[in-house]
């Protein structure tokens, strides 16, 4: 997979790669979310990685039935690079809690990043990967 920009200062969704396994055809080739195809209890878990920059903060959201970071984030995990040591930039993991899931709930992935310019979402260390499990009955 190729990198992606993310512009300076913008809420940004990711679009996903493709599953490495796909049974309930959730993700879509090409598309910014995975849909629900099977109610139930889930666990979702997202991963990216931002090319080396010093300045600014990195946040990442899981977002639910909508792209607003404010109204519909189920999940966060935010990075100060500044306090990172070593030279192959910042990444960053993040989980949500168990979601009750109906069919045709939507999941997104969206980055921030306030370096001062745009910065990539590389593909080193796994890259960029957002996984849904099902872990039981809604």
Request: proline letters at 4%; aromatic letters at 6%.
């Amino acid at each position: 997979a190729a990198n992606i920009a993310i512009p300076n200062a913008t809420d940004t969704l990711v679009t996903l790669p493709p599953m490495a396994v796909n049974d309930d055809n959730m993700w879509v080739s090409s598309s910014n979310s995975v849909i629900v195809q099977t109610a139930g209890t889930y666990i979702v878990a997202a991963q990216i990685h931002f090319d080396l920059a010093a300045a600014g903060e990195r946040f990442m959201h899981i977002l639910l039935n909508g792209t607003s970071v404010t109204a519909n984030c189920v999940a966060a995990a935010s990075q100060n690079p500044n306090n990172n040591a070593g030279t192959e930039g910042n990444a960053m993991l993040c989980m949500s809690p168990l979601l009750s899931l109906a069919v045709n709930a939507t999941l997104y992935l969206s980055v921030f990043q306030s370096s001062g310019a745009a910065l990539n979402l590389t593909t080193i260390r796994s890259a960029c990967n957002l996984g849904i499990w099902r872990v039981g009955p809604q």
